[in-house]
């Protein structure tokens, strides 16, 4: 009997350590699941979801070294959107730029860098080949022309203005460049209603920054409706 009992108490003390030595295994575990968690969402923008500046940069980076020519870089830069703010409430503007977000997110697709620049500014860098680049950028500009409707059922017109980069026109794969470039574009066209492509012209353009360049030679896509 006493053999049996000190038998009992061996098993019931290894087990006892066991548990006890799980106890911090699982804490870490825990902890570990929520720093990854923390560190998601400190790469992505609160109200779109899409990349912070940063981390759309680095995975931008990565497609361009990876995809060259059969790529492209998107700026998008939301119009009139002071006055949504200015006449419908910030309420209404946060709800123009999250769906502007899911749109791009939507378009693009998920292998793609999409990200928020700042205020009403978007980058995307996605695989596109320069015989669907057309069609696919006159879906984009139709996406964003889309009517937004808010919780409360009003409707908000909106309208973005569009400019296009690629490797192939441009001759480099340096995002700088290439963001420069598309920037450029997009204020050579702003309000035009289409996607504007970049030319090597545009990419000597030192600074935009919101003033109106001049008109270099561009290629534009999809009017909008």
């Given at each position: 009997?006493?053999?049996?009992?000190?038998?009992?108490?061996?098993?019931?003390?290894?087990?006892?350590?066991?548990?006890?030595?799980a106890v911090p295994l699982t804490g870490w575990a825990v902890h570990a699941v929520a720093l990854h968690k923390q560190l998601a969402e400190s790469r992505k923008d609160p109200l779109t979801g899409l990349l912070r500046r940063d981390a759309y940069t680095a995975r931008a980076r990565r497609l361009l070294s990876r995809h060259g020519s059969e790529t492209a870089l998107v700026m998008v830069d939301a119009d009139h959107f002071k006055a949504?703010?200015?006449?419908?409430?910030?309420?209404?503007?946060?709800?123009?730029?999250?769906?502007?977000?899911?749109?791009?997110?939507?378009?693009?697709?998920?292998?793609?860098?999409?990200?928020?620049?700042?205020?009403?500014?978007?980058?995307?860098?996605?695989?596109?080949?320069?015989?669907?680049?057309?069609?696919?950028?006159?879906?984009?500009?139709?996406?964003?022309?889309?009517?937004?409707?808010?919780?409360?059922?009003?409707?908000?017109?909106?309208?973005?203005?569009?400019?296009?980069?690629?490797?192939?026109?441009?001759?480099?794969?340096?995002?700088?460049?290439?963001?420069?470039?598309?920037?450029?574009?997009?204020?050579?066209?702003?309000?035009?209603?289409?996607?504007?492509?970049?030319?090597?012209?545009?990419?000597?353009?030192?600074?935009?920054?919101?003033?109106?360049?001049?008109?270099?030679?561009?290629?534009?896509?999809?009017?909008?409706?």
């Amino acid at each position: 009997m006493d053999s049996v009992l000190r038998a009992h108490t061996r098993i019931g003390q290894r087990a006892l350590l066991l548990s006890t030595a799980a106890v911090p295994l699982t804490g870490w575990a825990v902890h570990a699941v929520a720093l990854h968690k923390q560190l998601a969402e400190s790469r992505k923008d609160p109200l779109t979801g899409l990349l912070r500046r940063d981390a759309y940069t680095a995975r931008a980076r990565r497609l361009l070294s990876r995809h060259g020519s059969e790529t492209a870089l998107v700026m998008v830069d939301a119009d009139h959107f002071k006055a949504v703010n200015d006449t419908m409430g910030h309420p209404a503007g946060d709800a123009v730029l999250a769906a502007f977000g899911a749109r791009l997110t939507a378009w693009a697709g998920p292998r793609a860098a999409v990200g928020r620049l700042g205020g009403d500014e978007f980058a995307v860098v996605l695989e596109l080949t320069a015989t669907r680049r057309e069609q696919r950028l006159t879906q984009l500009v139709r996406m964003l022309h889309t009517p937004v409707v808010l919780d409360d059922g009003r409707t908000v017109d909106v309208a973005a203005s569009v400019g296009v980069a690629t490797p192939d026109v441009i001759g480099s794969r340096d995002l700088a460049v290439l963001q420069r470039a598309a920037d450029a574009a997009l204020y050579d066209g702003k309000h035009c209603g289409r996607a504007v492509t970049a030319t090597t012209a545009h990419a000597q353009v030192p600074s935009v920054n919101g003033r109106r360049v001049g008109r270099p030679g561009t290629a534009v896509w999809g009017r909008a409706a």
